[in-house]
């Protein structure tokens, strides 16, 4: 059974710092697809951070680029994001996902079957 929770959300001030973790179970980090999302109420789930290939090969959407970056510690299954230079527009529920083995990878939320509940995140 495939388990993942973030934690790490909270509220924090424009120009400050997060770090949110996901804690993953049922299910190797270590050369599979994992990812960053997040969503507003009423708006799409956007990808913000992909790692592919054993967290060799990352990838990031433009709003977040250079402001945010994805990790993962294979010892302890875990995936993290740290947010940096937070904006107002960074406000979400951020959730992170896991992709089967074999799938491709990426932003595109279609390849991912497992999702953690979220981490509410405000700037203000």
């Known amino acids: 059974h495939v388990q993942l929770v973030e934690s790490g959300g909270g509220s924090v001030q424009a120009g400050g710092s997060l770090r949110l973790s996901c804690a993953v179970s049922g299910y190797s980090v270590g050369s599979t697809c994992k990812a960053w999302f997040r969503q507003v109420p009423g708006k799409v789930r956007e990808g913000v951070a992909a790692a592919c290939n054993g967290g060799r090969d990352t990838y990031y959407s433009d709003p977040v680029k250079d402001r945010f970056t994805i990790s993962q510690d294979n010892a302890n299954n875990a995936l993290y994001l740290q947010l940096d230079s937070l904006k107002h527009d960074d406000t979400a529920v951020y959730y992170c996902?896991?992709?089967?083995?074999?799938?491709?990878?990426?932003?595109?939320?279609?390849?991912?079957?497992?999702w953690g509940r979220g981490t509410q995140v405000t700037v203000s």
């Open positions: 996902a896991a992709a089967p083995v074999g799938a491709g990878c990426g932003l595109n939320k279609d390849y991912f079957t497992h």
